[in-house]
């Protein structure tokens, strides 16, 4: 294929693909608006081998081909369309290239290394700071001092976006070796753009143990600026191109990678079901089926494999596993909105596998993240602004980031009081307000949270529960489940679980012989029950009615639980049971 075929290729693919996405743009008011025509980059590189193979050889001139292609179909479709006379030609038409083909080495869920300067890529990751939209002034008229020739010099993005005056005169008509260019007086910036910087890092869950993840800038121009904000996972489509800023003599020339972005898609919609398919959905099935007539015995197993490093502890277990199915969001028709993720709190004295739970749980759900509350500021927990040069930026705190996923904070008596107060809004409206350094915004925090504390001194039954944990009340009644683990000093049970580490057994054993089920397993399975949304009949809401009814009541009550969240965490938990139970009818 020639390079003049190539256009006529690209107009052709275009005009029968994307001919009414072409025809609505052209119906837009605004002509002077930038607007995105997103082609399928399976598609493309199965209908165009040629012009795909120039992409990955030469993206630059590749995409400008499209460009082209797009602008001249544009036309073709202006005087051809009968709406003409509702129709402006848009001379900011922009092709977005998405969903590279898997088959290809193009898909990168690690930030890009230096081998890969100068390719066309898709890089996978969480958005952890953004930038403010500002105009680029990208192209700049000077004027030779000694022939007056006027020439444009681009501004140069391997340099920051820098403008920088050629080196001599670029009149191609006389041989003018003047090195002197003035600006045009009184001339203002005409060539801007819309310009931003995001910053994304490589998905915790996806790197091993212990690897610190990278992250990279991103630049966005024209159209798809301001597409996705600080926690959202995104695949970036662009050019990986190295950058630096003007060296001196007396310094080093820092060089970074960057990707010049050319499409932005937010996926996180599509966050728990990248594991799903319907062999795994007929697995399950199959093993609920096996023993209709005990459903407790096929439970039993699941809360058996959930952390088998710790002996026993069923209750905990089982309450862990509710907290990883969650209930159920309810938006009424004001558009007032009820959370459906569950949050639980494990009080106990050291000892009592806390923090083996917490890290298990982190592990299950593929969106997690695992902080510690020791050094945890709310500016850490929440959002922190970021001064970068003389802007302020926002950058994603853990309960951002465990958007979507669970949150599991240790040592959560560790937290500065007035630290504590900023979650507050994050547990109940699952979104953070944010007015810092003059950028006022809101950021959702979907997650479940799970914590551990340590009791204040020796734990005191007597005594409430906010009492004994130096919690407010405010902050308690948040939490659907509190759990208190004691070590009660109880022989029998010493002797049981000392037996279990020293001779390295396994729960199987009292399991009749069943196996237990992988990590693999579990995350599979609670990603499936998570997309299961089980409605309410009239019996169970009479008796979780009548035992709310029965606390409030209650003379030995505690003040801090008894609330309406009682009755609110009462159904979350009711729906995380029976998504755990039961989730046959609705596979």
Not at 349 to 362: I, M, N, V, W
Request: aromatic content about 6%; some cysteine.
């Amino acid at each position: 294929m020639t390079e003049e075929t190539e256009p006529s290729m690209a107009e052709d693919y275009i005009l029968k693909y994307h001919k009414n996405q072409l025809i609505s743009i052209l119906l837009e008011s605004d002509s002077l608006d930038h607007y995105g025509l997103t082609l399928s980059g399976s598609s493309l590189f199965k209908s165009l081998p040629a012009l795909s193979e120039l992409l990955i050889a030469d993206p630059c001139n590749a995409l400008e081909v499209l460009h082209s292609a797009c602008r001249d179909v544009q036309k073709l479709l202006y005087e051809e369309h009968e709406k003409k006379m509702h129709m402006q030609l848009k001379v900011n038409v922009h092709v977005r290239i998405m969903q590279l083909p898997s088959e290809l080495d193009l898909n990168r869920e690690l930030i890009p290394k230096s081998c890969d300067v100068h390719n066309f890529l898709a890089a996978s990751g969480t958005v952890i700071r953004t930038t403010t939209i500002k105009l680029l002034d990208y192209e700049k008229e000077f004027i030779c001092t000694k022939c007056k020739h006027v020439f444009t010099v681009q501004a140069d993005f391997e340099q920051y976006y820098s403008i920088t005056k050629p080196s001599r005169c670029q009149n191609p008509t006389e041989d003018c070796s003047s090195s002197t260019f003035i600006r045009e007086p009184g001339a203002v910036p005409t060539k801007c753009r819309n310009y931003q910087e995001i910053k994304i890092q490589e998905n915790v869950s996806k790197l091993d143990i212990g690897t610190i993840p990278r992250s990279i800038w991103v630049v966005l121009e024209n159209d798809i600026v301001d597409l996705c904000k600080p926690g959202d996972d995104v695949i970036i489509c662009g050019i990986v191109m190295m950058r630096w800023k003007p060296s001196s003599a007396d310094n080093r020339c820092d060089i970074e990678l960057a990707i010049k972005a050319n499409s932005v898609e937010v996926i996180n919609a599509y966050r728990n079901n990248f594991m799903l398919n319907q062999e795994l959905k007929s697995e399950f099935g199959d093993f609920w089926k096996k023993d209709p007539l005990k459903p407790l015995t096929q439970r039993n197993q699941i809360i058996a494999s959930l952390c088998p490093q710790v002996f026993g502890l069923y209750v905990v277990k089982l309450a862990v596993a509710m907290t990883l199915a969650g209930g159920v969001e309810r938006v009424d028709e004001s558009g007032t909105r009820v959370r459906g993720e569950i949050h639980m709190l494990m009080v106990g004295d050291p000892g009592t596998g806390k923090s083996q739970f917490l890290k298990y749980a982190s592990k299950v759900i593929p969106r997690s993240v695992l902080t510690t509350g020791i050094g945890s500021t709310s500016a850490g927990l929440t959002v922190t602004a970021v001064r970068d040069g003389n802007e302020w930026q926002l950058e994603a705190g853990a309960l951002v980031l465990a958007d979507g996923g669970i949150c599991c904070i240790d040592e959560f008596n560790s937290i500065k009081e007035h630290d504590k107060t900023s979650i507050h809004e994050a547990m109940e409206q699952q979104t953070i307000s944010v007015a810092k350094a003059g950028l006022v915004c809101k950021l959702n925090t979907k997650t479940s949270i799970l914590a551990a504390t340590n009791p204040k001194g020796n734990y005191d039954q007597s005594e409430s529960l906010s009492v004994n944990i130096a919690l407010a009340s405010p902050l308690l009644s948040r939490f659907d489940l509190v759990l208190v683990l004691l070590d009660s000093r109880n022989e029998e049970w010493d002797k049981v679980v000392s037996t279990y580490i020293l001779e390295n057994k396994t729960p199987q054993d009292a399991l009749d012989n069943t196996g237990l089920w992988s990590l693999q397993q579990l995350q599979s399975y609670f990603a499936l029950i998570k997309t299961i949304n089980p409605s309410m009949s009239d019996d169970p809401a009479k008796v979780l009615q009548a035992y709310y009814k029965a606390q409030r009541s209650a003379d030995g009550r505690n003040a801090a639980r008894t609330t309406m969240r009682l009755l609110q965490s009462m159904i979350r938990l009711s729906q995380g049971k029976i998504t755990l139970l039961d989730p046959l009818p609705h596979l």
